[in-house]
């Protein structure tokens, strides 16, 4: 159990998961490019021990595989598990009370203990130009805080156990933020911080924030857990570090004393300044808009500090052993928030957010054969109505009936839906409503469409195990390639806008009509590049998914309407990527040339 981040750091090194870098690293684009190659070939986690410009030492990669992370929490994942298990199945206490006595003493840990006097955090005061400064993409706005753990309280109800603890990226330099007196604050929508301040405008004062840095991996961890209601990310932090949340007040703000790092200050009433771009986890850089910002109050850093960090891209990457580990952690918790859901996949390959795949249940008629989706579409409808999962775009759901299923297990389950959908039934659509504020796909900021794939009962179709004959023939469009089975890739002409784009799409849909019936192949993607479409599953999530607004980009060959529902033949997905969209992150080839001083014989990384 680790007291502070430093401890975490010794204990990776004794047991061979870190490696020190000694030469002076710049954080400007050099920094993020190594993390991003020992991440890639799953290496250890880095010690910058010489950051340019910064006296403070900086350490990236310390969940990067989930090995390491198992490692970091070996002493309390288990108690930790039997917590949310017993807050799952409370009754399961009753009837194995000396069982779960070990459970509650753990849970003492979950109390938050409040400190009078000073604390190490506290001993010096610094400026934010005193920070290890890291860009990681090269079109990146400045410098950012990937790792931080945004503190906030409710205005109305006051008190650490009303608090808030998220993960909000912070621009430190940049834009037109006055430096060291002015940060960018990014949340998005469904965020706890959002209600705060929210209220806090309505009461017409200022919300006080803090920015936690460092600690223990538990308090990082903590700030992006998706925690049942009334368990707080505090009393998460501290049942995952072992050890209860330390904490102060100063000045009125609240002081996390086990953090490296804390950052205080306001944010006001509808003041915004532009925030980004910023390169993310959907590989895509999200682009300028306006954002509050915190006026710094005063910085504040302990003695020896860490400085952690991450960076994020395409996955996979650090954040998807979050996802893992997070998975680990909560176990059937979706069980309990959504009855008759076993199963729920936010798809990492495709940024999280835009893609779901889920497993249902269908008890509603058990009295007759079910071979149409009911229940489901119930359950469809609770999924994108809870949290952050209310971001998707695309839910695929289905439930169990001829063999067992596994939603990470993402070819045989795609395969499994499209075997078994009614393309005349079973597609359902959400048109101008939320998406996720990263998402470049839809009509604005937040703004776009969702799916519902739902299908369920006896298998419909062979699907096709390679591309249907003629497909590459058709004028205007070529390379058909078989992606999966019954999904097609096909290349066409670069995206310009959407009236042409539904010109060309009624010409390919005539040329199907004419070809005759696709009926082992139910789904067509439309791309730039179909060989890269069909690489790998991974390129067909990321790029179809991230690349397409479901109302805008969904096409079907002998489509119409019914009583307001959309139906086709053969569905056919407009994945090209188009004017209104997200550049992808791109390194500097100049920086990877840079960094490989590392990793020649003698240096720091020369293993990797």
């Not at 007291?3 to 998961?17: A, K, S």
Request: glycine share 8%; charged share 20%; proline share 6%.
């Amino acid at each position: 159990m680790y007291r502070n981040l430093e401890d975490c750091i010794i204990d990776l090194e004794n047991n061979g998961h870190l490696i020190r870098i000694r030469e002076e690293v710049d954080p400007y684009l050099e920094m993020a490019a190594i993390h991003l190659r020992v991440n890639e070939a799953k290496g250890p986690a880095l010690l910058f021990e010489n950051v340019k410009g910064s006296k403070f030492r900086a350490v990236s990669n310390l969940f990067g595989t989930i090995e390491r992370s198992k490692f970091i929490f070996r002493h309390t994942l288990e108690s930790v598990q039997n917590v949310i298990a017993l807050r799952n199945d409370p009754i399961n206490a009753i009837k194995n009370p000396f069982k779960h006595i070990r459970t509650g003493l753990n849970a003492w840990n979950a109390l938050p203990k409040k400190t009078s006097g000073s604390s190490l955090v506290t001993a010096q005061e610094i400026n934010i130009s005193d920070l290890p400064l890291i860009q990681h993409w090269p079109m990146d706005g400045g410098a950012f805080i990937t790792l931080p753990q945004v503190y906030s309280e409710d205005p109305v109800k006051p008190g650490i156990m009303s608090s808030n603890l998220g993960m909000y990226r912070v621009q430190l330099d940049g834009n037109e933020y006055e430096l060291n007196k002015e940060v960018g604050l990014h949340y998005q929508i469904h965020r706890g911080i959002g209600v705060h301040q929210d209220k806090a405008n309505k009461q017409g004062i200022p919300l006080k924030v803090s920015c936690f840095v460092g600690g223990p991996p538990a308090h990082t961890l903590s700030a992006i857990m998706p925690l049942p209601e009334g368990l707080s990310e505090i009393a998460f932090a501290g049942l995952l570090a072992g050890r209860r949340f330390h904490y102060s007040y100063l000045e009125g703000f609240c002081i996390s004393n086990d953090a490296d790092f804390v950052i205080t200050g306001e944010l006001h009433s509808y003041e915004t300044k532009p925030e980004g771009p910023f390169g993310d986890h959907l590989g895509y850089y999200s682009l300028t808009h306006p954002f509050p910002y915190i006026k710094v109050h005063k910085v504040y850093a302990k003695p020896n500090a860490i400085w952690p960090f991450t960076v994020v891209g395409r996955p996979p990457q650090e954040d998807t052993i979050f996802g893992e580990l997070i998975h680990e952690l909560t176990g059937d918790a979706i069980k309990q928030e959504i009855p008759g859901v076993k199963e729920v996949h936010a798809v990492d390959a495709a940024g999280v957010h835009p893609l779901l795949f889920a497993i249902g249940s269908e008890r509603y008629t058990p009295y007759q054969r079910v071979n149409q989706p009911s229940e489901i579409l119930t359950l469809a409808n609770r999924i994108l109505g809870t949290g952050q999962l209310s971001l998707a775009k695309y839910l695929f759901i289905t439930a169990e009936e001829h063999r067992p299923l596994d939603t990470h297990d993402e070819v045989d389950f795609l395969t499994y839906i499209l075997e078994r959908i009614d393309l005349h039934r079973d597609i359902h659509f959400y048109t101008n409503t939320t998406i996720d504020t990263l998402d470049y796909s839809g009509a604005g900021l937040n703004s776009g469409s969702k799916v519902v794939f739902a299908a369920y009962g006896d298998k419909k179709r062979d699907l096709c195990k390679e591309a249907p004959d003629g497909l590459s023939e058709i004028r205007g469009f070529s390379h058909a390639r078989l992606v999966i089975p019954g999904v097609v890739a096909i290349q066409g002409s670069r995206f310009t806008d959407y009236p042409k784009a539904q010109d060309e799409l009624q010409d390919l849909i005539q040329a199907l009509i004419e070809k005759g019936p696709l009926s082992t192949c139910p789904m067509i993607i439309l791309c730039d590049d179909s060989t890269f479409m069909s690489a790998t599953i991974n390129n067909f999530l990321w790029a179809t998914f991230t690349r397409s607004n479901p109302s805008h980009d969904i096409y079907g060959v002998n489509s119409y309407y019914k009583n307001k529902h959309w139906a086709c033949d053969t569905i056919i997905m407009d994945a090209r990527i188009k004017p209104h969209h997200a550049p992808p992150l791109i390194p500097d080839p100049t920086i990877a040339r840079n960094i490989e001083r590392l990793f020649v014989k003698g240096a720091s990384l020369s293993g990797f």
